[in-house]
């Protein structure tokens, strides 16, 4: 597609329900990002995966949050037993290839309440 | 560790006036720098990136940012603003080694008439 596409756009959560975030990245890119945005913040680091491979989940905050590419194309993050500190806007984003100096492409990100 | 701080939390300016959006960044290797806009609702934009080269860089929108490795800073600056450009603006950071950007925690511009 034209730009990275996430799914929902907007998602309320009861505290300990499961969710699944869906994004499709621009077609062809190879490096997919995972962030967290918090109101008021800047997008901090989640994950990241280059293909189907996941190379850096470091900034995943607990073994709640979960985050699959399987195919190298599109990706699902999911959090388990939501908890109301994961309220957040998640912003998938992409890159054409691994190179830094590359653009990265943000999505318009998912809105997650948890109440 | 990468880290960038934006000083100014909220920078409010009038219509035409210029503008200036400070970032400094810690690092002490060679690093990539870039500027990002969020307009309400929306996903991040990007704005200008310095690689290397010039230290003067242009943007889209009339934007320009300048790397000054001395103080470690990429400050944006535009020469007069508008009113669409009332929006967040994130400054980031790439660093050899770590995968991805590490941002700022914004600047919230505020254009009015």
């Known amino acids: 597609g034209a730009g990275v596409s996430q799914s929902p756009r907007y998602k309320v959560a009861k505290r300990g329900q499961d969710v699944a975030l869906r994004c499709d990245p621009i077609?062809?890119?190879?490096?997919l990002f995972w962030y967290q945005q918090a109101l008021g913040q800047g997008p901090e680091f989640l994950t990241y995966?280059?293909?189907?491979?996941?190379?850096?989940k470091s900034g995943l905050p607990s073994d709640r949050f979960f985050a699959e590419r399987p195919e190298g194309s599109v990706s699902t993050l999911k959090i388990q037993r939501t908890q109301q500190e994961d309220s957040a806007v998640y912003l998938c984003?992409?890159?054409?290839?691994?190179?830094?100096?590359?653009?990265?492409?943000f999505g318009e990100g998912s809105w997650l309440t948890v109440v | 560790a990468q880290s960038v701080t934006q000083l100014d939390s909220q920078v409010p300016v009038f219509e035409e006036a210029p503008v200036e959006l400070r970032c400094n960044y810690s690092?002490?290797?060679?690093?990539?720098l870039f500027w990002y806009v969020q307009y309400p609702n929306q996903g991040l934009q990007l704005l200008l990136k310095?690689?290397?080269?010039?230290?003067l860089v242009k943007g889209i929108n009339g934007f320009e940012a300048e790397f000054n490795k001395s103080q470690t800073s990429f400050h944006l600056r535009k020469p007069s603003v508008h009113i669409s450009d009332t929006a967040e603006y994130f400054c980031?950071?790439?660093?050899?080694?770590?995968?991805?950007?590490?941002f700022g925690k914004g600047t919230m511009l505020l254009v009015s008439p």
């Open positions: 310095y690689l290397s080269g010039s230290t």
């Open positions: 980031a950071v790439s660093e050899p080694g770590y995968s991805t950007l590490t």
């Open positions: 077609s062809g890119h190879v490096s």
């Open positions: 984003a992409s890159r054409r290839t691994e190179d830094r100096e590359d653009t990265i492409y």
């Open positions: 995966f280059q293909n189907e491979a996941q190379l850096d």
């Open positions: 690092s002490s290797v060679s690093v990539y």
